[in-house]
Structure formats: structure tokens, C-alpha cells
């Protein structure tokens, strides 16, 4: 699936291929709007409602991943909400074997999130990722940009110094993989089963994978 010799440098994203989406899909789908019901008193069909507008309006844009954002919206502490989920907050089975693959290989890896460098600060400690060097990691609230929206890889690549032709790039989301393979890195590869508590999605418009195990040799 992947030439390695043709590839240098690995980016790579976070939430739902380095780490579980389960986290955040109970998280944003199922504890928020539970606790929100319970700390500001209203019904929990209310609280989901409200959490749905404001995703609604901002998706696609970088402010649907920042948690100081939705804390205001929501005026409740999004991060202090997330700690007491800490415990579910997980690498994917064989993304540490997949780290050391890239170091025994020689291969960067950069890890390129849209996760608010809070929520990426809080995850890194959680998960145990933080104990697994990167070459570089960048947070798409640096640039004003997510990940998805025109001019990002154009920033990235800026900050980054990275020869896109040499480099492979794997997401789990659609959107995401779109825009990178309009403007960044020569090659993409989506995680298929982002989190492990779903079934595997059918790959259509990239290649993509289940475990990190198919990609190396």
C-alpha cells in the first residue's frame, strides 16, 4: 500500500488514527450534553438540541475544534469536562508499533491535528502519546486554518520546510483527505475504523486501512 521508498517524512493526524475516536465520539455525542443538562438545569433533549445548532453552524470551520469557543458557547468548562472522561482517552491498537516502524525506518513523523492545543496538550498526557517523539506537531489552531479549509497545507508546508512529493499523510476524515490531496502531500490513506467501537467504514474515494500493521512491511 505504501512505497516507503518514495516517502520521507509521515504526517500523521491525531484523533481517530493516532488515538480511539471513541472518546470523542461519547464525549461530544453522549457526556456533554449530558452533564450540560445537569450543571445548567435544563432538559437533556435541550441540551442536545443546543449542542447540535452550534455544531451545525460551525463545521468546517476552526472554531467547531476549539473547546474555548464551546466553552463560552456553552458556558460550561469543555476541558474540565473532558478530564473526568480521561480514562477512555486511548492510542488505537497498534499505533505505538506504528510510531517505533517510523523511527527504526528513519521515516519523520509530524503529527498535524486540529485538536485546540489544549485539548492536545490533555490528550497527549492521557493517552500516553506524549511518551512517543515526534519530529514535530502542529495544532491547525496555529494558522488560523483547519485542516480542511483552502490555504492550510500551504501554511503547513511554510512552517514545515516539507517536500510534499515525499510525503504521505494519513486522516480518518473524508473532508479532510480531500483538501490534502488537492493541495498537500503526494500520497493519502484514510483509517477506516476510526473508532473501535463501530464498524469499519468502506473505503470509496482514498485508499485506506484498518490497522496500522497493513502498512508495514
Known amino acids: ?90 492510542l488505537r491498537a497498534d499505533s505505538a508499533a506504528f510510531l517505533q516502524f517510523l523511527r527504526d525506518s528513519g521515516k519523520r513523523s509530524v503529527l498535524v491535528t486540529n485538536a485546540h492545543p489544549k485539548a492536545l496538550a490533555f490528550k497527549l498526557q492521557a493517552s500516553g502519546l506524549e511518551q512517543h517523539p515526534f519530529d514535530a506537531r502542529y495544532s491547525s489552531h496555529r494558522f488560523g486554518l483547519a485542516k480542511e479549509n483552502p490555504g492550510f497545507w500551504d501554511s503547513l508546508r511554510a512552517a514545515g520546510d516539507f517536500d510534499y512529493a515525499r510525503c504521505l499523510f494519513i486522516d480518518d476524515s473524508p473532508s479532510v483527505l480531500r483538501r490534502a490531496q488537492a493541495e498537500g502531500p503526494a500520497q493519502v490513506l484514510q483509517v477506516l475504523q476510526p473508532d473501535s467501537a463501530l464498524p469499519p467504514q468502506q473505503a470509496e474515494e482514498f485508499q485506506g486501512f484498518i490497522q496500522f500493521a497493513e502498512l508495514m512491511p
Open 1 to 90: 500500500m505504501v512505497n516507503w521508498n518514495a516517502i520521507d517524512t509521515v504526517l500523521l493526524d491525531m484523533d481517530g488514527t493516532l488515538l480511539d475516536l471513541n472518546f470523542d465520539n461519547q464525549f461530544w455525542l453522549d457526556y456533554l450534553p449530558r452533564r450540560y443538562s445537569e450543571l445548567r438545569g435544563v432538559p437533556l433533549a435541550e441540551a442536545r438540541a443546543l449542542e447540535q445548532e452550534l455544531s451545525d453552524s460551525l463545521h468546517g470551520h476552526l472554531l467547531w475544534y476549539c473547546i474555548d469557543h464551546w466553552s463560552e458557547a456553552l458556558g460550561v468548562d469543555v476541558l474540565s469536562l473532558k478530564r473526568e472522561m480521561a480514562h477512555l482517552v486511548r
